[in-house]
């Protein structure tokens, strides 16, 4: 069974970068048709998708936020992370990380969340 927990401050000051972490477990992050994604909800919206790393290493983010926008890991800790810079009050959401595996097409496992406010 995978599980994912994400971490990382629940606050976050105005052009400040938010850096969130998820740490998954009971499966590897490099393991084959396992894209790792960062996905967001803000208050009263819908999800919006934020970008993945692939098995590879390869990163691809959504266009809008991209210019902001940077995922790595750390295959040593099975974790990836997800950093958003020069953020705004619009960036407040409960931010997300799932697997999509591209052999189901699917998002098959999803960490609980966790809520990133924007705010001084």
């Known amino acids: 069974q995978v599980q994912l927990q994400e971490s990382g401050p629940g606050l976050v000051k105005p052009s400040q970068t938010l850096s969130l972490t998820c740490t998954v477990s009971?499966?590897?992050?490099?393991?084959?048709?396992?894209?790792w994604t960062w996905i967001r909800q803000p208050p009263g919206k819908g999800l919006e998708w934020i970008g993945y790393?692939?098995?590879?290493?390869?990163?691809y983010s959504s266009p809008s936020l991209k210019s902001r926008t940077s995922i790595s890991r750390d295959t040593s800790k099975n974790q990836f992370s997800l950093q958003l810079s020069s953020v705004t009050p619009e960036d407040t959401a409960r931010y997300y990380c799932?697997?999509?595996?591209?052999?189901?097409?699917?998002?098959?496992?999803w960490g609980q969340g966790t809520q990133v406010t924007v705010s001084s």
């Open positions: 799932a697997r999509w595996y591209s052999s189901y097409e699917a998002y098959d496992y």
């Open positions: 009971g499966g590897s992050i490099t393991a084959d048709y396992s894209y």
């Open positions: 790393i692939a098995p590879s290493g390869s990163t």
